[in-house]
Every structure is written in structure tokens, then in C-alpha cells.
């Protein structure tokens, strides 16, 4: 849970000082507040969670490090489990 909530907040920092504006913002910002409450592992949860951040802010270049670091700390939960 450290290194997701460390990824979340670079993550959150550095949309913030984005100042570029883009269509989907407020849901980048929605599922980063989702992953920062997270206080368990739930992992569809979270795979949820940054399937949505990633969707938001996918196109912008300037954020990629910060998805990336994000994507790795969910991967660390292992996979989601199929339904």
C-alpha cells in the first residue's frame, strides 16, 4: 500500500501542476481520490480505478512517468481475478 499511495500522490502532484486543461481532468482526479482512500487491496478496485486514470490522461505525454509508476505499484497486487 506505500508505493500505491506514493504513486498516487506523484500522480496527483503532478496532474496539478499540469496546467494544461483536457477534457477528462475531473474523472483523472475522481479515480486518483478513489486509489488514495484505498486503505485494502481491494484489486478490481484498483484495476478499476487506474483503468480510468489511464483513459483521462493517456494522451497527455507530460503525465506518462507518473501512469507508469501508477500502473507498477497496481501490479504489485498481483492480477485481478477473472469473474
Avoid: K
Avoid at 508505493?3 to 477528462?24: N, T
Avoid at 481532468?25 to 478496485?45: F, G, K, Q
Amino acid at each position: 500500500m506505500t508505493e500505491l499511495r506514493s504513486a498516487v500522490a506523484r500522480l496527483r502532484r503532478q496532474l496539478a501542476a499540469h496546467r494544461a486543461e483536457f477534457r477528462d481532468r475531473s474523472i483523472a482526479e475522481e479515480a486518483l481520490a478513489t486509489l488514495a482512500a484505498a486503505d485494502r487491496p481491494d484489486v478490481p478496485m484498483l484495476r478499476r480505478s487506474l483503468l480510468l486514470v489511464a483513459g483521462a490522461i493517456g494522451s497527455v505525454s507530460a503525465l506518462g512517468d507518473g501512469l507508469r509508476q501508477l500502473r507498477e505499484a497496481v501490479d504489485l497486487f498481483g492480477v485481478s481475478p477473472r469473474a
